[in-house]
């Protein structure tokens, strides 16, 4: 009776936190912009707005080939829409929904290293409010980025914990996601790997083979 309760607690909460995430951000954002800011968001504008239109992946009307598409699959649904301020505030909202989802597996990320009640609040609010993530106000690829990064840390913990297929290969989605966004999301990949390879290199040492083989297979 009283885990249910502590869990009803924790979820009230971390809601509460992601509506007042979706609020700060949305508002932060919320006035006329323009593509000025970074070069990188003609990019993802255009490939967005022509995704739209059933155009393909077109900058200003020439295929340039650009990889790093997946923001711009995020984006692109708004631009059924014609107006041009409603469009700007849809991506503004569905940034800052985006970016707010964070709080979601930091919260799960702070339960699975067994942070206390406290610490896993302050956590969940530092990641809603972050100073970086007021990115959001621009058309930069970063506003889903950021959650990825949180997702693929909190499924390589959940492997680490119990590990199966359907998990395995939901992170190998998020991990091929992530790269579609930003190349270097391939440094938290490599990051495990390395992790792995010298928790197998230790257990080897300490003569434990029946852990390294395990530690192989979860990898």
């Given at each position: 009776?009283?885990?249910?309760r502590?869990?009803?607690?924790?979820i009230?909460?971390?809601?509460?936190?992601?509506?007042?995430?979706?609020?700060y951000?949305?508002?932060?954002?919320?006035?006329?912009?323009?593509?000025?800011?970074?070069?990188?968001?003609?990019?993802?504008?255009?490939?967005?707005?022509?995704?739209?239109?059933?155009?393909g992946?077109?900058?200003?009307?020439?295929?340039?080939?650009y990889?790093?598409?997946?923001?711009?699959?995020f984006?692109?649904?708004i631009?059924?829409?014609?107006?041009?301020?409603?469009?700007?505030?849809?991506?503004?909202?569905?940034?800052?929904?985006?970016?707010?989802?964070?709080?979601?597996?930091?919260?799960?990320?702070?339960?699975?290293?067994?942070?206390?009640?406290?610490?896993?609040?302050?956590?969940?609010?530092?990641?809603?409010?972050?100073?970086?993530?007021?990115?959001?106000?621009?058309?930069?690829?970063?506003?889903?980025?950021?959650?990825?990064?949180?997702?693929?840390?909190?499924?390589?913990?959940?492997?680490?914990?119990?590990?199966?297929?359907?998990k395995?290969?939901?992170?190998?989605v998020?991990?091929?996601?992530?790269?579609?966004?930003?190349?270097?999301?391939?440094?938290?990949?490599?990051?495990?790997?390395?992790?792995?390879?010298?928790?197998?290199?230790?257990?080897?040492?300490?003569?434990?083979?029946?852990?390294?083989?395990?530690?192989?297979?979860?990898?």
């Amino acid at each position: 009776m009283l885990k249910d309760r502590k869990q009803r607690k924790d979820i009230f909460i971390v809601l509460i936190l992601f509506l007042f995430s979706i609020l700060y951000h949305y508002f932060i954002g919320d006035f006329t912009k323009g593509l000025e800011t970074y070069p990188d968001e003609l990019r993802y504008f255009s490939i967005a707005r022509s995704i739209a239109r059933g155009e393909g992946f077109l900058i200003r009307g020439i295929n340039y080939g650009y990889q790093k598409i997946m923001y711009s699959l995020f984006l692109s649904p708004i631009f059924w829409f014609k107006d041009p301020a409603l469009i700007v505030k849809l991506i503004n909202l569905l940034n800052s929904v985006a970016m707010a989802s964070t709080v979601i597996p930091a919260y799960r990320i702070a339960k699975r290293i067994r942070a206390n009640q406290l610490a896993t609040y302050l956590f969940c609010f530092f990641v809603a409010i972050w100073s970086e993530t007021i990115i959001t106000m621009t058309f930069m690829a970063e506003v889903i980025y950021w959650p990825l990064c949180f997702w693929f840390i909190d499924l390589w913990l959940s492997i680490q914990e119990k590990g199966n297929a359907w998990k395995i290969v939901l992170l190998g989605v998020v991990c091929y996601m992530g790269y579609l966004t930003k190349e270097i999301f391939l440094a938290l990949f490599l990051g495990v790997i390395f992790f792995s390879i010298g928790k197998i290199c230790l257990a080897l040492k300490k003569g434990d083979r029946n852990y390294a083989i395990e530690e192989t297979k979860s990898i």
